[in-house]
């Protein structure tokens, strides 16, 4: 049975318009490389901040590298995806070249691997 690309497309594009809003609130894409995103530094007053400001600072910096590893990561997964569409390839598994089960890609419309061959 074909797949409704149409549907898929428009999952992904909505997901990817979601987590680019996300990351843009924790960081700047990087103006060389589009799929690049840069963590900024929290808004906080660093000049009047306190030694635990500094130290609270530092933790929601490492909070928001985290958080937008975890964004860029499923961005690129969309962005992938999106790519197989354009490329006429979506829905089949790239290790096996099998067909990926409607319901996994439901499920999850980024997924380009069969269940056998992914994670
Ligand atoms: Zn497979």
Same mark, same amino acid.
């Given at each position: 049975? %074909?797949?409704?690309?149409?549907y898929?497309?428009? %999952?992904?594009?909505?997901?990817?318009?979601?987590?680019e809003?996300?990351?843009?609130?924790?960081?700047?894409?990087?103006?060389?490389?589009?799929?690049?995103?840069?963590?900024?530094?929290?808004?906080?007053?660093v000049?009047?901040? %306190?030694? &635990?400001?500094?130290?609270?600072?530092?933790?929601?910096? &490492?909070?928001?590298?985290?958080? &937008?590893?975890?964004?860029?990561?499923?961005?690129?997964?969309?962005? &992938?995806?999106?790519?197989?569409?354009?490329?006429?390839?979506?829905?089949?598994?790239?290790?096996?070249?099998e067909?990926?089960?409607?319901?996994?890609?439901?499920?999850?419309?980024?997924?380009?691997?069969c269940?056998?061959?992914?994670?």
């Amino acid at each position: 049975m %074909a797949l409704n690309l149409d549907y898929f497309k428009k %999952a992904l594009l909505e997901e990817k318009k979601k987590l680019e809003g996300e990351l843009g609130e924790i960081a700047v894409r990087n103006p060389d490389q589009k799929s690049d995103w840069n963590v900024t530094y929290p808004d906080m007053n660093v000049m009047s901040a %306190a030694k &635990e400001e500094v130290a609270d600072q530092e933790e929601e910096f &490492e909070n928001r590298s985290g958080l &937008e590893l975890g964004l860029e990561s499923r961005l690129r997964d969309i962005n &992938e995806a999106l790519e197989h569409i354009r490329l006429g390839k979506y829905g089949v598994c790239e290790v096996g070249g099998e067909e990926i089960d409607e319901a996994r890609l439901k499920a999850n419309p980024a997924a380009v691997t069969c269940v056998k061959h992914g994670n």
